[in-house]
């Protein structure tokens, strides 16, 4: 999960616009793209600052590396069983609630401007705030780790421009972690090219907009 993301000028009004914008010109949702930041306002701290609380729990050594090194290093050992990952993260992740952003986003969802959200995040949060507008027969959850890459990809082709949630790296509520880049940057190439197109050409401007849906009430600017 990456760092915190500094605040930009880009409302949700701002961003809703450019959707409606753009869907009167394609017929597919826009995909979002969401990191650890999009959830710092829900009260879950950010992968930097998770590590850092890990490692003073456990008296994990990190005077020579990161935190997030020093954590992925003692959860790799052969010593740690791979349990022991979702026994430490759910206490952080936990009992948090989707912010207002969120429902910013689920509302974009709901109205067809976005179909696609791509996250690192474990936590459930995105999931949700859809199930609170979406019906539950019409949203997909799909985990990397609980299914396979080529499966992930197969399926979102198959739902096209149906509202499609995309777990990059585990899910809390399927006790999957993936941790380091030898776990979660080793993707299959059918997922690879996948994720690739669909963020990449003329879709770019989509992952620039990563977190700008996630408002809270007290701004209008990124969290």
Same mark, same amino acid.
Do not use: Y
């Given at each position: 999960m990456p760092a915190k993301t500094k605040p930009s000028g880009t409302s949700v009004?701002?961003?809703a616009a450019e959707l409606i914008a753009r869907k009167s010109s394609e017929r597919d949702g826009a995909t979002i793209l969401l990191g650890a930041g999009a959830s710092?306002?829900?009260?879950?701290?950010s992968w930097p600052d998770l590590a850092g609380l890990i490692c003073d729990e456990?008296? +994990? =050594?990190?005077?020579?590396?990161?935190? +997030? =090194?020093?954590?992925v290093h003692y959860f790799k050992q052969e010593s740690v069983p791979y349990a022991q990952r979702y026994t430490v993260f759910h206490k952080y992740?936990?009992?948090s609630h989707p912010s207002l952003g969120y429902g910013h986003l689920a509302e974009l969802v709901r109205e067809g401007l976005?179909?696609?959200?791509?996250?690192?995040n474990w936590d459930p949060l995105v999931e949700t705030a859809l199930h609170k507008v979406i019906p539950c027969e019409r949203l997909k959850v799909l985990i990397r780790g609980e299914m396979s890459d080529d499966d992930i990809a197969s399926l979102l082709k198959l739902r096209n421009n149906l509202p499609t949630v995309?777990?990059?790296?585990?899910d809390l509520q399927s006790r999957v972690f993936m941790l380091g880049n030898t776990e979660t940057r080793q993707f299959s190439v059918n997922l690879l090219i996948l994720v690739a197109w669909v963020v990449g050409a003329g879709r770019k401007w989509c992952a620039r907009l990563s977190l700008a849906c996630l408002v809270?009430?007290?701004s209008t600017m990124l969290i």
């Open positions: 009004k701002h961003l710092l306002s829900s009260g879950v701290p456990f008296d +994990i =050594d990190r005077t020579s590396t990161s935190a +997030i =090194d020093a954590v992740l936990q009992g976005v179909s696609r959200i791509l996250t690192t995309v777990k990059l790296h585990g809270d009430e007290r």
